[in-house]
């Protein structure tokens, strides 16, 4: 996994090029996105706001700000931001999910599964699965047997999204299994690059699961 030494570079890179090219949107979004990663919930927002108005057109593909919305504890923005993310990619199992525990953490869970939107083609079978927990139609344990079919990638998704599914069922003791799970997997077999790694790191840290 990226560690703190390597993402404060990263930050210090990104702001002296957001300093000789202020109004490069890409700059903030990376910025943001290694902000999030440092736990900086709020400064990530910050950061992906001010490339959205730098580039109108980014809107339907700032998913980052999306979950930052989620950890920020700003549930209505962030499920209305994957709703946009959706127009442009309609097949996309995680974000009809992270809509999903936006509103599952707003109005409940029988909200939250009653506007499931129908999402259909994802290739991943763990995603499949996942879609299939979250709507209802299957277990947490099919979902992790799926995933442990597919290796150290799948085996991380399953954790991840069963300890997200349990979150929102206000089960802590299994959402923090599952978490820690996902980030062991993280750290040990699966590409310390992935966006959703340091999501899981993030959320065990900010949630204070780490023993």
Known sequence: ?????????????????????????????????????????????????RAEQLNPRLTPYLWQRGLSYYYADRFAEGAQQFEIDLTVNAHDVEET???YLCMARQQGI???QASLLVVRNDPRRVMRAVYDLYAGV????????????EGSRGAFYSHLY?????????????????????????QTDYRADDYM?????????LRKWVD
């Open 97 to 99: 999910v992270w809509r």
């Open 1 to 49: 996994m990226v560690n703190a030494q390597q993402l404060d570079r990263e930050h210090q890179y990104w702001t002296q090029i957001i300093q000789s090219n202020p109004s490069s949107p890409k700059a903030y979004v990376q910025r943001g996105m290694v902000r999030f990663k440092q736990g900086e919930i709020a400064l990530s927002i910050q950061d992906f706001d």
């Open 138 to 149: 299957a277990t947490p344990e099919q979902v992790i047997a799926s995933g442990t079919q």
């Open 197 to 205: 790694c340091a999501l899981a790191v993030v959320h065990q840290k």
């Open 110 to 112: 029988a909200t939250a």
């Open 162 to 186: 069963v300890g997200l599914y349990y979150e929102a069922a206000v089960s802590e003791p299994l959402a923090r299994f599952h978490i820690t799970r996902a980030v062991a997997i993280a």
